[in-house]
């Protein structure tokens, strides 16, 4: 079992940029690839970032590419994922999950990913 946590959320003008950070319980978080999904009010839950166990392969949608960067450190049990330029957009709760699944393949698909936290609200807005 994995229990997450994310933190960092907050609101932040249009261009600006926000850190969100999630931290994992147990003692074999380097065996999980992590992701970052977002869920804005009235829309589905949507993929945006992850990162393999060892840091090696990440993955990122379309929609953050170039903008966002996940990273890990797994001395601290802690996955981030840091957000440049900022837009309106990008308003959402921030989730982070866990998948026990760890290759050469870093998944996109919220089927694969068994853990979730309790999500943080980041809001973009002048």
């Known amino acids: 079992q994995v229990q997450l946590v994310e933190s960092g959320g907050g609101l932040v003008q249009p261009g600006g940029s926000l850190r969100v950070s999630c931290a994992a319980s147990?003692?074999?978080?380097?065996?999980?690839?992590m992701g970052w999904f977002r869920q804005a009010p009235g829309k589905e839950r949507e993929f945006a970032a992850a990162i393999s166990g060892a840091g090696l392969s990440t993955n990122y949608d379309d929609s953050v590419k170039g903008r966002f960067t996940i990273s890990r450190d797994n001395a601290k049990n802690t996955v981030y994922q840091q957000m440049n330029s900022l837009r309106p957009e990008d308003t959402a709760v921030y989730y982070c999950?866990?998948?026990?699944?760890?290759?050469?393949?870093?998944?996109?698909?919220?089927?694969?990913?068994?853990?979730w936290g309790q999500g943080t609200q980041v809001t973009v807005s002048s």
């Open positions: 147990g003692r074999t978080f380097s065996s999980y690839t």
């Open positions: 999950a866990a998948s026990r699944y760890n290759g050469l393949y870093v998944p996109r698909e919220k089927s694969s990913y068994d853990y």
